[in-house]
């Protein structure tokens, strides 16, 4: 058990950091310090007493990156209520769905996501509340609450008992000398009970809930005090899904716990947004997936790359070590300038931009890790990654490889430790399924692990695919290599009656701006499919590539559901998108 209590984390950072900047809405001019963000706690606790909210009860939120968010994850966790946070991605079925199944009594939710939801089909909510202002939107389930249901004044009256003001004027009655750091006290609650249920949006579209101690929590937390990760005035641009596990531990809980400065992103984050958001906020460190880096590299650093007068360059010795010193400097100004490192999770990443970055010596390390480890099972620091891996496994973690390949050594990567999760929620197959009776979560990745504990992975268990003569097939292998070529925005290798086809999405702004018609599309395609085949093995041949009319649809964290396109695909798709152009 992690020594350091998940909760008493908090009411640390609170007292040690209390007139640092904690919170910023980016866009907005408003920050909270630590005792701004304590004291919003502190109505909220207030509110949950008005509600009859108990410890353990679960509270479910959803709704964009911002300050409010974070408010109410921390007020849930330290008055030692379960939080239950929905990824704003979701469709309106599935938050009715997780709603219902974690049993949760609260709701705060972003407006524009509950204009979506049906009210009789929260079958467990008693109130709802907006994330804009904490307004009390709506009491439910009257049904239960008789004395409601006949009495519309007293409904009112209740309601007013929960809004702002009411709950203002309580915390000014409970703290009539004022809110001071000495008043953060929090429950006490052990390390070994549940503090969230996170449900997953995993590429085999099956979701579960995901229960995590403060245990697993705290694990990932001191882990980021011990590699300094993160520290007291820190500046961080939080881009990634609160709700999602990564975003969760290393843009929200553990730069909290440090005093850092968190700079909410709330709008979609594309490239353009986050590169002026690096910019104007220079964070001190950056926790991101592998698209947004791709993206970099494939829309600014390739088509420099592929200039006959670059290539010339690039081949005179000396000469080409300094060009390549300036293509650093551009891409760690881009970034902000001031940042130690980039920790690229949540997906792997593509080899070729992979091999650029440690040509160029930029400051980035792969981790590893899954919502069922809340969620970091490796990671290196930039100095000491290895190329090609993903990090090396925690201290506080095990790792071992099952049912390796004779000559390849490649096998399942089971873990097993202090991050790893307590179960799924009522669901103890699914649980058996995953985890063992002695400990080891199985985590259904393919890799091997090298004698210092550094991960490699080759691929997801569920992906590969098994050639003709028994070769294992790793889809994304091939995927990488052919998203890097030319008019490819993204591809899905599946299995199709003993053949591979590729299901490619064209970069159609670039086919537009070369003014591509169709047959000139897919005579490009074929040509790419040519060096594909060249490139891999000969039971790794792709026998055709497919155009696709649109992106594939994908996890909030950017992972394709490949089960929508595995099963049952049928020759030929349609590509009517570029006919429509």
């Not at 490699?456 to 790793?474: C, D, E, V, W, Y």
Request: glycine share 6%.
């Amino acid at each position: 058990m992690i020594q350091e209590n998940f909760i008493r984390l908090f009411e640390d950072s609170f007292r040690k950091n209390w007139d640092l900047p904690a919170f910023s809405d980016y866009g907005d001019d408003i920050t909270l310090t630590y005792a701004d963000v304590a004291k919003r706690v502190a109505k909220l606790h207030i509110l949950f007493d008005q509600c009859k909210l108990k410890p353990n009860d679960k509270v479910a939120l959803i709704g964009r990156n911002n300050a409010n968010w974070a408010v109410t994850y921390l007020a849930t966790v330290t008055y030692g209520a379960i939080i239950v946070p929905i990824l704003q991605d979701f469709n309106p079925n599935d938050v009715h769905h997780i709603t219902n199944h974690s049993e949760s009594l609260l709701l705060f939710t972003g407006d524009n996501i509950w204009e979506n939801l049906e009210e009789e089909k929260l079958t467990t909510v008693k109130a709802v509340f907006s994330l804009t202002n904490f307004n009390c939107i709506t009491l439910l389930n009257k049904e239960e609450r008789p004395e409601l249901a006949e009495n519309e004044i007293h409904e009112q009256l209740v309601v007013k008992y929960l809004q702002p003001d009411y709950i203002n004027s309580l915390f000014h009655a409970k703290y009539p000398h004022g809110f001071h750091r000495d008043n953060v006290r929090y429950i006490d609650k052990p390390n070994s009970e549940i503090v969230s249920i996170n449900y997953t949006s995993g590429t085999t579209g099956f979701s579960k809930g995901v229960m995590t101690s403060g245990n697993a929590l705290a694990g990932n937390i001191t882990f980021g005090f011990r590699t300094k990760l993160v520290g007291p005035g820190y500046r961080i641009v939080s881009f990634l899904p609160l709700a999602h596990a990564y975003g969760c531990a290393f843009d929200f809980l553990t730069p909290t716990c440090s005093g850092s400065h968190i700079h909410f992103i709330g709008k979609t984050p594309s490239p353009k947004i986050l590169l002026k958001a690096f910019a104007e906020v220079k964070p001190s460190v950056i926790f991101c997936v592998p698209l947004i880096i791709e993206k970099i590299y494939k829309k600014q650093i390739q088509p420099m790359l592929a200039k006959p007068s670059m290539r010339w360059v690039l081949s005179i010795p000396l000469l080409d070590q300094r060009v390549l010193a300036q293509i650093r400097k551009k891409l760690v100004d881009a970034f902000g300038g001031e940042f130690s490192e980039i920790v690229v999770g949540g997906a792997p990443m593509n080899a070729e931009v992979e091999e650029f970055f440690h040509k160029i010596k930029f400051p980035f390390t792969i981790g590893y890790g899954m919502t069922e480890c809340a969620p970091l099972i490796s990671y290196s620091n930039t100095n000491d990654f290895i190329p090609k891996s993903a990090g090396k496994v925690l201290d506080i973690m095990q790792v071992k490889i099952i049912d390796a390949d004779a000559e390849t050594g490649v096998g399942e990567i089971c873990t097993r430790g202090e991050n790893v999760m307590n179960g799924y929620y009522k669901n103890q197959e699914a649980t058996n399924a995953i985890l063992d009776k002695d400990g080891w979560l199985h985590t259904g990745d393919l890799g091997t692990v090298d004698a210092d504990g550094n991960i490699f992975i080759r691929g997801r268990n569920k992906t590969m695919i098994l050639g003709a003569s028994g070769q294992n097939i790793f889809p994304e292998e091939i995927e990488a290599r052919l998203n890097n070529m030319p008019y490819v925005m993204e591809s899905l290798v599946i299995e199709s009656n003993g053949r591979l086809i590729a299901l490619v999405c064209p970069d159609y702004e670039a086919v537009d701006a070369e003014h591509l018609d169709q047959k000139q599309l897919e005579a490009v395609m074929e040509e790419n499919r040519k060096q594909l085949n060249a490139m891999v093995a000969s039971y790794e041949s792709v026998a055709k590539v497919q155009l696709y009319p649109h992106e594939f649809e994908k996890t909030p964290k950017k992972s394709i559901k490949r089960y929508l396109y595995s099963a049952g695909f049928q020759e030929p798709l349609s590509t009517d998108k570029q006919q429509d152009k």
